[in-house]
């Protein structure tokens, strides 16, 4: 009987429980024993109780749940060969010869790096006499499949991220009560969201709302930015509106790389010699990965660890370590370690202050 593991790693999101649910019952259902590593590759390195056998029913009434109730830890000692020797030890003492990971790209990258080393990790165990040839013999090839669990929609190659819809619609929400009170008192709010390398969430949330200006990552504004944003605030209170809405990315700068504060663009709004509005700050923080998962989250979650088992299962030492994408609203499979490349190199140009490319890198991405 075929034992596969499943995790949740990096930043929770929405729809990881769904992911479990689905990864668990269709193990089952194909006739393989299910494993839940807690707390992310903490579990996999301590091992123990934190590597647990599934049922059907364990996972019943999850699948709209938030967080992940497995549990997800930042672990540095996966980071060195020494805690992945540890967490291969951990797997081959419970049998487990496939793993699926629901990560953001840090997660993913570490499991791609641990499927890589397995065969000398293997060596090296026989070698320090922890387990004999014969032990290891049925746990040659180690199948590895990612799901990509993240609110921030921040993966290259994936139409959608688990969570990032949850997300989203949760920051509507929030705008929606603000802009009760703002409209009531005419004032102008600031509204930080989540999204460092990534303004998906800023964009698509500046979209649902209306919101009448953005910051993201990606696209800084022109140099005159300041100007721009007075005049189209202007504009639409000459219009008639009580409320403003401006969005920053937390990620969010001028084309000169100069963080732009929620405080900076308060300010200005405020300021006693231009639009004098009053203006307030609301950062919407871990509010974003809070509460149940949307519809299409618990979709996504579902269809996707269903196929996430079966590439698990279907997977040779010969094929790529894959991850399961959306694209174009049909689950697929594609090759894990390009997508990280791409998700890298947008970051990389962000951090150096090549909006240019950074742009470019993004439109290849909807493009493909
Ligand atoms: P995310 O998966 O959300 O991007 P992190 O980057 O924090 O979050 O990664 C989660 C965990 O994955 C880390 O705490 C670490 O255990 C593991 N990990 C991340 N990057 C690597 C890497 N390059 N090599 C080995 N393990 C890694």
């Not at 930043?11 to 024993?33: E, F, L, P, S, Y």
């Not at 996972?59 to 060969?81: K, P």
């Not at 487990?96 to 990560?103: F, K, N, P, V, W």
């Not at 949330?205 to 504004?221: C, L, Q, S, Y």
Request: proline share 2%; with cysteine.
């Amino acid at each position: 009987k075929k034992k596969i593991a499943m995790m949740t790693s990096g930043g929770d999101a929405q729809g990881m429980n769904g992911v479990i649910r689905a990864c668990v019952r269709t193990a089952i259902h194909m006739g393989c024993d299910a494993f839940c590593v807690y707390e992310g590759y903490e579990g996999l390195v301590q091992g123990g109780d934190l590597i647990r056998k599934m049922e059907w029913h364990d996972v019943r009434g999850w699948l709209s749940e938030g967080g992940t109730l497995i549990g997800t830890a930042r672990c540095m000692a996966f980071y060195e060969r020494a805690g992945r020797l540890q967490a291969a030890k951990n797997m081959i003492l419970h049998g487990i010869d496939a793993l699926i990971i629901c990560g953001g790209d840090g997660s993913l990258t570490g499991a791609d790096k641990f499927r890589a080393e397995w065969p000398s990790l293997l060596e090296e165990l026989v070698s320090t006499k922890q387990f004999t040839r014969e032990q290891i013999e049925p746990h040659k090839h180690l199948n590895i499949v990612g799901l990509v669990g993240s609110i921030d929609n921040d993966l290259s190659g994936t139409d959608a991220t688990i969570g990032c819809y949850s997300a989203l619609t949760r920051i509507c929400e929030m705008v929606d009560y603000i802009e009760a009170t703002a409209s009531s008192h005419s004032r102008a709010f600031v509204i930080e969201v989540m999204g460092r390398h990534c303004g998906w969430l800023a964009l698509m949330a500046g979209v649902a709302t209306g919101a009448d200006f953005i910051f993201i990552p990606e696209k800084p504004r022109e140099d005159n930015w300041r100007e721009e944003m007075c005049g189209i605030v202007q504009k639409h209170r000459t219009l008639g509106k009580r409320k403003t809405i401006v969005i920053v990315a937390e990620g969010a700068h001028d084309r000169e790389g100069q963080k732009i504060t929620p405080e900076m663009v308060r300010e200005l709004l405020a300021d006693k010699s231009g639009l004098a509005i009053d203006s307030r700050i609301t950062t919407l923080g871990h509010v974003q990965r809070g509460g149940v998962a949307v519809a299409y989250d618990r979709m996504l979650a579902t269809l996707q660890g269903v196929e996430a088992v079966k590439a698990v299962l279907e997977a040779t030492p010969e094929t790529e370590t894959c991850f399961i994408a959306v694209t174009e609203n049909k689950i697929v499979r594609k090759p894990l370690m390009k997508a990280v490349e791409d998700t890298k190199a947008v970051a990389a140009a962000i951090e150096a202050h090549d909006f240019d490319k950074a742009m470019s890198l993004r439109d290849a991405e909807f493009s493909d």
